[in-house]
Nanobody, 122 residues
Framework: QVRLIESGGGLVQPGQSLTLSCRTS????????MDWYRQAPGKQRELVATVTNSGRTTYADSVRGRFTIRRHDNRNTWYLQMNNLTPEDTADYYCHTPEIYYGAAVVASDAWGQGTRVTVYP
């Protein structure tokens, strides 16, 4: 069964940077719309950034100008570059995609990564 695999979380100080990665569990799969969500302790999960198949990006107001979402040319890997981190960015980060493809066939829907923790420690 295809799944999303995340990496890159960790503990940093304010002002530092981290890059999160997400990929499908097999290289033969492809993804079109790619998202990053986060959930801070005691808060609801929120959408942080999206990149579409055409490369259009959108960001939450709280991260715009500091975070960059980008996709790899292989169409099954994407990243979240996080700069100038603040304690308010502390959360569990999840990658997400509405659909995973094998060729033209949808093999998974509403797929989530396992989550990776980002802690910005003042």
């Amino acid at each position: 069964q295809v799944r999303l695999i995340e990496s890159g979380g960790g503990l940093v100080q304010p002002g530092q940077s981290l890059t999160l990665s997400c990929r499908t569990s097999g290289s033969t799969f492809a993804v079109r719309t790619m998202d990053w969500y986060r959930q801070a302790p005691g808060k609801q999960r929120e959408l942080v950034a999206t990149v579409t198949n055409s490369g259009r990006t959108t960001y939450a107001d709280s991260v715009r100008g500091r975070f960059t979402i980008r996709r790899h040319d292989n169409r099954n890997t994407w990243y979240l570059q996080m700069n100038n981190l603040t304690p308010e960015d502390t959360a569990d980060y999840y990658c997400h995609t509405p659909e995973i493809y094998y060729g033209a066939a949808v093999v998974a829907s509403d797929a989530w990564g396992q989550g990776t923790r980002v802690t910005v420690y003042p």
